[in-house]
């Protein structure tokens, strides 16, 4: 059986532990690998390894981290087919959302490569009497990332790449699920000059994220990942003195107004719904019709779901592959047994469901009642839920009353109501015809509510303020001739 290897000092080594956990390909349902779970003196060895690493790579200029950006994003995008088909391989999606992945990880490469000019400090001259003050942005150290099985390669990205050229060093914990990505973009970055030691990988599941947490030369914790899980990360990390930023879950709601251009909104909310077979914290779970729009809406939503075709990364014409394991596809498959909503098209059916693999296909839900599980848990799978209400009002107190506030999204073609929407909606990302509002790298990606635990989202600006603190210098460089005793208190005027 395969085995994957950790990344540690410039190089991939062998796990030591006795635990094994499985990687399946959800495409046959058969086991493709295994990860070797790190142990936690192995997840120390990686810290250790980082926090060696860091002062070199810290007193390196910003021209020198800059340029191993470059050079890392052009090994990714000469590697790019390969990136896909180790994501399509262990994830399941198709070979064309895989490479969107890669692209959108692209973007915050690029991002990182530009980051020395958002890493100026400020400077005043004559603040005082002979004295200048002075900002400078300074790393943190080391910092650690625990990423989600559902972007293997776009979420790493998202958090190493803005951490490493601040000058800190990263240990990566990828999800067990889907971890080759993770030393395929590590060994980029060597290639790409990145020092030894300064990103190492440790593969494993709870116990490293333990060890993780605790290690107390880790001064911040990066996750992505279900809001009980990114609870637990932020407290706990918190706790020991860390800087946390945890992305939970979410419930995302698309409100269609009574104006919407139907078949737009009914083309957004197929591709929202079901891309990533909905295994993604942005897709759209809710559909919120308002008023009259419903019975058209459904009908046309309805109509594309059935020209979806689900199937493996190996056949050119899917466009919807499998879930991550038996297990998820199975929780995900239990909910269409539920009451409290009218299932129209019950994805069970779709021919893809008869073999080994993990797949369902897309499903859709009618008249369902916000107090069921079709609207009151993460599904995090293709099931899409529509919410009937009639007026805009009732569908904001949805978008709003709701635990969870990463994004939502609103379809019309009013103006006002739109700019209404983004004034009023409490989430954190807000789409105007636009139903997954993942903002580009030079903004920042993060939810509010239950969706977020610490201050700061991810990457971007936000991400370098995350990766980086603020030290302020004052200093004086006097004629010694006029030096002399003052105990006062230090005067600006």
Same mark, same amino acid.
């Given at each position: 059986?395969?085995?994957?290897?950790?990344?540690?000092?410039?190089?991939? &080594?062998?796990?030591?532990?006795?635990?094994?956990?499985?990687?399946?390909?959800?495409?046959?349902? $058969?086991?493709?690998? #295994?990860?070797?779970?790190?142990?936690?003196?192995?997840?120390?060895?990686?810290?250790?390894? @980082?926090?060696?690493?860091?002062?070199? /790579?810290?007193?390196?200029?910003?021209?020198?981290? +800059?340029?191993?950006?470059?050079?890392?994003?052009?090994?990714?995008?000469?590697?790019?087919?390969?990136?896909?088909?180790?994501?399509?391989?262990?994830?399941?999606?198709?070979? @064309?959302?895989?490479?969107? $992945?890669?692209?959108?990880?692209?973007?915050?490469?690029?991002?990182?490569?530009?980051?020395?000019?958002?890493?100026?400090?400020?400077?005043?001259?004559?603040?005082?009497?002979?004295?200048?003050?002075?900002?400078?942005?300074?790393?943190?150290? &080391?910092?650690?990332?625990?990423?989600?099985?559902?972007?293997?390669?776009?979420?790493?990205? /998202?958090?190493?790449?803005?951490?490493? !050229?601040?000058?800190?060093?990263? &240990?990566?914990?990828?999800? $067990?699920?889907?971890?080759?990505?993770?030393?395929?973009?590590?060994?980029?970055?060597?290639?790409?000059?990145?020092?030894?030691?300064?990103?190492?990988?440790?593969?494993?599941?709870?116990?490293?994220?333990?060890?993780?947490?605790?290690? *107390?030369?880790?001064?911040?914790?990066?996750?992505?990942?279900?809001? *009980?899980?990114?609870?637990?990360?932020?407290?706990?990390?918190?706790?020991?003195?860390?800087?946390?930023? %945890?992305?939970?879950?979410?419930?995302?709601?698309?409100?269609?107004?009574?104006?919407?251009?139907?078949?737009?909104?009914?083309?957004?909310?197929?591709? @929202?719904?079901?891309?990533? %077979?909905? #295994?993604?914290?942005?897709?759209?779970?809710?559909?919120?019709?308002?008023?009259?729009?419903?019975?058209?809406?459904?009908?046309?939503?309805?109509?594309? =779901?059935?020209? =979806?075709?689900?199937? *493996?990364?190996?056949?050119?014409?899917?466009?919807?592959?499998?879930?991550?394991?038996?297990?998820?596809?199975?929780?995900?498959?239990?909910?269409?047994?539920?009451?409290?909503?009218?299932?129209?098209?019950?994805?069970?059916?779709?021919?893809?469901?008869?073999?080994?693999?993990?797949?369902?296909?897309?499903?859709? !839900?009618?008249?369902?009642?916000?107090?069921?599980?079709?609207?009151?848990?993460?599904?995090?799978?293709?099931?899409?839920?529509?919410?009937?209400?009639?007026?805009?009002?009732?569908?904001?107190?949805?978008?709003?009353?709701?635990?969870?506030?990463?994004?939502?999204?609103?379809?019309?073609?009013?103006?006002?109501?739109?700019?209404?929407?983004?004034?009023?909606?409490?989430?954190?990302?807000?789409?105007?015809?636009?139903? =997954?509002?993942?903002?580009? +790298?030079?903004?920042?990606?993060?939810? /509010?509510?239950?969706?977020?635990?610490?201050?700061?989202?991810?990457?971007?600006? #936000?991400?370098?303020?995350?990766?980086?603190?603020?030290?302020?210098?004052?200093?004086? /460089?006097?004629?010694?001739?006029?030096?002399?005793?003052?105990?006062?208190?230090?005067?600006?005027?």
């Amino acid at each position: 059986m395969k085995q994957i290897n950790h990344w540690l000092d410039g190089g991939a &080594v062998a796990g030591t532990g006795d635990r094994r956990l499985p990687v399946w390909d959800p495409a046959t349902g $058969e086991q493709q690998a #295994e990860v070797v779970a790190a142990t936690p003196a192995e997840v120390r060895a990686a810290v250790r390894s @980082a926090k060696a690493a860091q002062p070199a /790579w810290r007193a390196a200029s910003m021209s020198r981290r +800059a340029e191993v950006m470059f050079r890392f994003r052009e090994l990714v995008e000469a590697n790019r087919k390969e990136i896909a088909a180790l994501l399509a391989a262990e994830h399941g999606k198709t070979v @064309a959302d895989a490479l969107g $992945e890669v692209a959108r990880g692209l973007e915050n490469v690029e991002f990182a490569a530009a980051a020395p000019a958002l890493l100026k400090g400020g400077y005043t001259e004559q603040a005082s009497t002979g004295v200048d003050v002075y900002s400078i942005r300074q790393p943190l150290g &080391v910092v650690a990332g625990i990423t989600p099985f559902n972007f293997p390669a776009m979420v790493p990205m /998202w958090m190493f790449c803005t951490a490493l !050229v601040a000058g800190n060093t990263f &240990v990566l914990k990828p999800s $067990e699920k889907d971890p080759s990505a993770s030393l395929l973009l590590a060994d980029l970055l060597r290639q790409a000059g990145l020092p030894a030691g300064a990103l190492n990988v440790v593969q494993g599941d709870r116990e490293a994220v333990e060890a993780l947490l605790a290690d *107390p030369d880790i001064a911040a914790i990066s996750f992505v990942g279900s809001t *009980p899980v990114a609870r637990f990360v932020y407290e706990t990390g918190t706790r020991a003195g860390k800087r946390v930023q %945890a992305l939970g879950g979410a419930k995302n709601h698309m409100v269609v107004l009574p104006d919407a251009d139907v078949p737009i909104a009914a083309d957004a909310a197929v591709s @929202a719904g079901f891309g990533s %077979a909905g #295994e993604r914290c942005m897709a759209v779970s809710v559909v919120v019709a308002v008023g009259s729009v419903a019975e058209p809406l459904v009908a046309a939503i309805a109509d594309r =779901i059935g020209r =979806i075709t689900v199937g *493996p990364a190996s056949d050119p014409d899917a466009q919807m592959g499998p879930l991550i394991t038996r297990e998820h596809r199975d929780r995900v498959s239990a909910y269409l047994d539920q009451s409290g909503g009218q299932v129209v098209v019950d994805g069970r059916t779709a021919p893809a469901c008869r073999g080994s693999g993990f797949f369902l296909g897309a499903s859709l !839900v009618d008249k369902v009642a916000t107090d069921s599980p079709y609207y009151t848990d993460e599904i995090f799978g293709p099931v899409l839920s529509v919410v009937r209400v009639d007026t805009y009002d009732e569908a904001l107190q949805l978008v709003n009353s709701n635990p969870y506030g990463n994004g939502a999204a609103i379809f019309t073609r009013d103006g006002g109501a739109a700019r209404r929407f983004q004034y009023d909606a409490v989430c954190g990302m807000v789409g105007v015809n636009v139903p =997954i509002p993942v903002p580009v +790298a030079y903004y920042s990606f993060g939810g /509010w509510k239950a969706s977020l635990f610490g201050d700061l989202h991810m990457y971007g600006p #936000e991400g370098l303020q995350f990766y980086t603190r603020t030290k302020v210098v004052t200093a004086r /460089w006097p004629d010694p001739a006029t030096s002399v005793v003052d105990l006062g208190f230090p005067k600006v005027r």
